[in-house]
């Protein structure tokens, strides 16, 4: 069963603006990412956050992890008609008998208007 | 995409048919993952594997085989038994001490 929940399923902007979508998982996890996916192509890597990090910067994006509540946040700044796209967070499980699987989430379609 | 090529992009099959996707990769990886993502859905896995002539089950194994018999290549069969397998499918591959995947370019497989 898939562990992480997007919210919001999509998401219509303004270049400029910024961008949130939220994430939520149900077990302990050792780290969670977010993944890029540009229509019928493959998912590209953009953060990964460990467990014992609160939060997280690269360029743009900047990625929080909350794990008394189980959920992160992807906030991208100054939004460009390029960064249309989904969204997706997965979260990498803590259970010993196998950290090297990834759980997707259902994604978030973001649509930045010129 | 990195360094995993997926063939072909697109694939038509009649029903009752098995068809094989490619997927290589000279990343030299060990673990190699097969998701299936279907219209405004997220992943699901199907098999992975994590080392040569091994692999495990995923979430979604019924109507798939797959094989590992070199580190570069893990090809997925997707079996007259399997359903419903119009979808598009990704093949990913990890190196061992990341928690990175890395992604192809998808096969979009339509069965007729």
């Known amino acids: 069963s898939q562990q992480g929940e997007e919210d919001p399923q999509a998401l219509s902007i303004q270049e400029g603006e910024n961008a949130t979508m939220n994430c939520s998982y149900k077990t302990s996890i050792n780290n969670l990412q977010w993944y890029r996916q540009n229509s019928g192509r493959g998912l590209v890597h953009l953060i990964l956050i460990r467990s014992n990090e609160r939060e997280k910067h690269s360029g743009r994006l900047r990625v929080t992890l909350d794990t008394s509540k189980k959920s992160s946040s992807l906030l991208i700044t100054a939004s460009r008609a390029a960064d249309t796209a989904s969204y997706f967070c997965a979260t990498a499980s803590s259970r010993a008998y196998n950290t090297d699987k990834l759980i997707f989430g259902t994604g978030t379609r973001l649509q930045v208007f010129p | 995409d990195g360094g995993i090529t997926q063939s072909p992009k697109y694939l038509f099959r009649k029903e009752g048919q098995n068809v094989t996707l490619s997927c290589e990769q000279n990343?030299?990886?060990?673990?190699m993952y097969w998701y299936r993502q279907d219209p405004g859905q997220g992943l699901r896995l199907i098999y992975y594997?994590?080392?040569?002539?091994?692999?495990q089950k995923g979430d979604i194994a019924e109507g798939y085989s797959v094989s590992r018999e070199k580190k570069e290549s893990f090809p997925l069969t997707v079996t007259s038994a399997q359903k419903n397998p119009t979808a598009f499918y990704l093949c990913a591959s990890m190196g061992s001490g990341t928690d990175t995947q890395y992604f192809g370019p998808g096969t979009r497989l339509t069965v007729l």
């Open positions: 990343l030299n990886h060990d673990a």
């Open positions: 594997s994590q080392i040569v002539n091994d692999f």
